[in-house]
C-alpha cells in the first residue's frame, strides 16, 4: 500500500469527497479545486487513495453514451478518519 | 433507443428486433450495405463504435448510437447519405494495449477513468456536433493518458528507491 500518511493533495481530494456524500467524478473535483487539482494527476491521486482504502470508485454498467462508464468516487471511513486526524494535527489540506 | 443529431432523412426500426445468434455480423452487415440498413448489436467496450455520416464531401451532422441498439434502418435508401463512416471509440486500441501491459488494478485506478473522461466528453461534443472539438479532446485525451503513465514511472521508481 505504501506511505499511509496522505499528502496536502490526498487531503484535498478527501476533503472535496467529504462536502459530496453521493461522490463525485474525477473531473468534478478537478473543476472543484480551483485549478489545484490537474486532469493528468487526479487519478494517479485517487488510484494511491483507493489503494490505501481512503475511496472508493464505483462505476455505472453502462455509460449513456459509446465509450467507457466514469467512475464515481466516495470516501470510505478510514478516509474520513485520516481527514478528521489530518486537521486535528493542523495539517494544511491545501484547500482555502 | 437511439441519439440522433440528423434528422434529415427517414429512417424506422428494423423488422427484426434484436439481432440473434446465426444472424450477420452487424459490422459486416454494416459494411456490406453502408447506406440502407446499419445494424448494430451488443458489441464489447473495445467495439464500441460511433457512426459517423456525412453526405459527399461536405462534413454532415454525426450521429452516435449506443453500441447496444439494433434498430436502425434508413427506410428510403435513395434519400441516405452517399457515404458512411464507421469509427472506433478514441483511445481503443491504446486501451487494448495498456490493458495487455499493465498489471489490472494499475489500469482500472487510473487509465480506465482517463478515457473514460476522454469518452464522456468527447461524445458530448459530437453531439453538439463539435467535431473539431471532439478531435481535440481525442488529441488531448492521449496526451493525459501519457502523462498519467510517466507519473505512474516515476511512483514506482520513488516506491523502489525510497
Known amino acids: 500500500v505504501g506511505n499511509p500518511f496522505a499528502s496536502a493533495k490526498e487531503l484535498l481530494v478527501l476533503s472535496l469527497l467529504r462536502d459530496e456524500p ?39 454498467k453502462k455509460a449513456d453514451h459509446p465509450g467507457l462508464p466514469r467512475p464515481r468516487y466516495t470516501l470510505t471511513a478510514p478516509g474520513r478518519r485520516i481527514l478528521e486526524a489530518a486537521q486535528m494535527l493542523g495539517v494544511s489540506t491545501a484547500r482555502a | 433507443m437511439w441519439d440522433d443529431m440528423d434528422n434529415s432523412y427517414p429512417y424506422e426500426e428494423g423488422p427484426h428486433g434484436t439481432l440473434g445468434p446465426g444472424e450477420p455480423d452487424p459490422l459486416m452487415f454494416g459494411r456490406q450495405v453502408p447506406h ?15 457512426v459517423q455520416i456525412s453526405t459527399g ?10 453500441a447496444s441498439d439494433v434498430k436502425i434502418a434508413v427506410s428510403d435508401p435513395s434519400a441516405a447519405p452517399e457515404r458512411s463512416r464507421i ?10 494495449w495498456l490493458r495487455f501491459l499493465l498489471s489490472p488494478g494499475w489500469y482500472r485506478l487510473r487509465i480506465a477513468p482517463t478515457i473514460a473522461d476522454m469518452h464522456e466528453e468527447y461524445y458530448q461534443e459530437l453531439k453538439t456536433g463539435h467535431t473539431c472539438h471532439a478531435r481535440w479532446i481525442a488529441i488531448r485525451g492521449h496526451l493525459l493518458v501519457v502523462k498519467v503513465l510517466a507519473k505512474g514511472v516515476v511512483e514506482a521508481l520513488k516506491d523502489l528507491i525510497f
Request: net charge positive.
Open chain 2, 87 to 96: 469509427v472506433r471509440a478514441p483511445g481503443s486500441r491504446l486501451m487494448g
Open chain 1, 22 to 60: 453521493q461522490g463525485m467524478y474525477g473531473l468534478e473535483m478537478v473543476n472543484a479545486s480551483d485549478g489545484r487539482l490537474a486532469r493528468g494527476t487526479v487519478y494517479v491521486l485517487l488510484g494511491r487513495l483507493e489503494d490505501k482504502g481512503y475511496v472508493h470508485s464505483r462505476a455505472a
Open chain 2, 57 to 66: 464531401r461536405r462534413p454532415g451532422p454525426v450521429t452516435v448510437f449506443r
Open chain 2, 36 to 50: 440502407a440498413v446499419i445494424w448494430y448489436t451488443e458489441l464489447n467496450r473495445m467495439q464500441s463504435l460511433a
